[in-house]
């Protein structure tokens, strides 16, 4: 099973409407999540923490089970400049090393 | 304050040859990771570095791939005789010391390897 398991889309959805990503890991003392954004050819680039209570930053709104082990990320209100794959990222740390472990990510693209 | 810095952007190299990838870090960073993306695939990890020390090089393939990061200069991850599945590619990023687990990284803009 992989460290961390993502839907790889894609999504389609038109502008304005409200899309969900979901992801799963197996890891259960995980302790740092994370999502990224990656655009087309470029580096990842962090979007936000996930942190135990839920957070929210605009349209964008992540949580994060940890009994079932799955983060989810929600946008709202899509906009064209979303477009691009999102990545899940769960930090291990085995053997003391502060390594990231990154879901293959989901493909969102908005519509006009 | 500049972010993590890759060089070269794009580097292309024949079959057998050697290829060097440089990462300095950002400012005030002492963490260095390497990855490697593959087309149309996640990123994988493949080693963390602090400065003159490998703390974690479990995701190094076991032959022909190295990685250094010296007390000066920046972090190099080395290639030797690239094989066509070499080409990919390969982020740098740092995060700075003392914050543990819960510290994002910051990622470089890449070096795309084409191996001919």
């Known amino acids: 099973r992989k460290e961390v398991e993502q839907d790889p889309g894609p999504f389609n959805v038109p502008e304005g409407a409200t899309v969900a990503f979901n992801c799963t890991y197996s890891n259960s003392a995980s302790q740092s999540f994370f999502w990224y954004r990656q655009d087309c050819r470029k580096e990842p680039k962090l979007l936000m923490s996930?942190?135990?209570s839920g957070n929210e930053d605009g349209r964008f709104t992540a949580q994060l089970n940890r009994a079932s082990q799955y983060i989810s990320l929600l946008i709202r209100d899509s906009k064209l400049s979303d477009s691009a794959t999102y990545l899940c990222?769960?930090?291990?740390?085995?053997?003391?090393?502060?390594?990231?472990?990154f879901g293959t990510g989901t493909r969102l693209t908005v519509i006009p | 304050n500049a972010g993590v810095m890759q060089n070269p952007r794009h580097l292309v190299r024949r079959r057998g040859q050697e290829a060097r990838l440089r990462c300095s870090p950002m400012k005030g960073h002492s963490h260095v990771y390497w990855y490697r993306q593959l087309p149309e695939e996640g990123l994988k990890f493949m080693v963390y570095l602090q400065k003159e020390n490998i703390i974690d090089e479990s995701g190094m393939p076991k032959e022909r791939f190295s990685a250094e990061f010296p007390k000066e200069g920046p972090s190099i991850l080395r290639i030797q005789q690239v094989v066509r599945g070499d080409s990919a590619a390969y982020f740098c990023?740092?995060?700075?010391?003392?914050?543990?687990?819960?510290?994002?990284?910051?990622f470089g803009n890449g070096t795309r390897l084409t191996v001919t």
């Open positions: 990222v769960v930090n291990m740390l085995q053997t003391g090393a502060n390594n990231l472990f």
């Open positions: 990023a740092s995060s700075p010391p003392g914050q543990g687990a819960h510290s994002p990284l910051h």
């Open positions: 996930v942190y135990s």
